[in-house]
T-cell receptor, first 111, second 113 residues
Framework: SQTIHQWPATLVQPVGSPLSLECTVE??????LYWYRQAAGRGLQLLFY??????ISSEVPQNLSASRPQDRQFILSSKKLLLSDSGFYLC??????????FGDGTRLSIL | DQQVKQNSPSLSVQEGRISILNCDYT??????FLWYKKYPAEGPTFLIS?????DKNEDGRFTVFLNKSAKHLSLHIVPSQPGDSAVYFC????????????FGTGTRLKVLA
């Protein structure tokens, strides 16, 4: 069966520090991969999606970037975090137009 | 511009009764709709979906109804159980952007024992 792993579960970072969140999927190949953010009291907002290695589409202008160095690895990064980057970050995968499946998320707090 | 709206932030229902969660959308190009359930400190879990060619889809205690003319969908849970207490998100997708789900803000359901 397929599983998705995200880490860390929680992260506290100072303003201006870099960020790297990692997501890996097991049990499938060539998945579509997604990064979402949920701000307090808001729905899930799609940040990036990828249909293959090195292929990244950005949905909203922001301080973050994404990379897909391997088929089942998706990384969310920032060079300098802002206070507004605080939130709950979720990685998801899908294949063949099936519903997206989510990881357990990373709670990011910026101080 | 919020294309998918869940106007009730919370709902309380007695155990054994029906829970009805509502969702409205504005984009007539949406043709695929989903419901996800989320427990605290976990990612959303897929519950049920419906294509715009149908007006009803059922899976056990969960039924989703779609009213395309009203741009409205609802999730019915019968009978409700305490374990159903969670936040429920509806999501919509269009054929031109299959990968892109637009999520509502969620409804927190509390099932009272």
């Amino acid at each position: 069966s397929q599983t998705i792993h995200q880490w860390p579960a929680t992260l506290v970072q100072p303003v201006g520090s870099p960020l790297s969140l990692e997501c890996t999927v097991e049990g499938t190949s060539n998945p579509n991969l997604y990064w979402y953010r949920q701000a307090a009291g808001r729905g899930l907002q799609l940040l990036f999606y990828s249909v293959g290695i090195g292929q990244i589409s950005s949905e909203v202008p922001q301080n973050l970037s994404a990379s897909r160095p391997q088929d089942r690895q998706f990384i969310l990064s920032s060079k300098k975090l802002l206070l507004s980057d605080s939130g709950f970050y979720l990685c998801a995968w899908s294949r063949d137009n099936q519903p997206q499946h989510f990881g357990d998320g990373t709670r990011l707090s910026i101080l | 511009d919020q294309q998918v709206k869940q106007n009730s932030p919370s709902l309380s229902v007695q155990e054994g009764r029906i829970s009805i969660l509502n969702c409205d959308y504005t984009n007539s190009m949406f043709d695929y709709f989903l419901w996800y359930k989320k427990y605290p400190a976990e990612g959303p879990t897929f519950l049920i979906s419906i294509s715009s060619i149908k007006d009803k889809n059922e899976d056990g205690r969960f039924t989703v109804f779609l009213n395309k003319s009203a741009k409205h969908l609802s999730l019915h849970i019968v009978p409700s159980q305490p374990g159903d207490s969670a936040v429920y998100f509806c999501a919509a997708s269009g054929t031109s952007g299959t990968y892109k789900y637009i999520f509502g803000t969620g409804t927190r359901l509390k099932v009272l024992a």
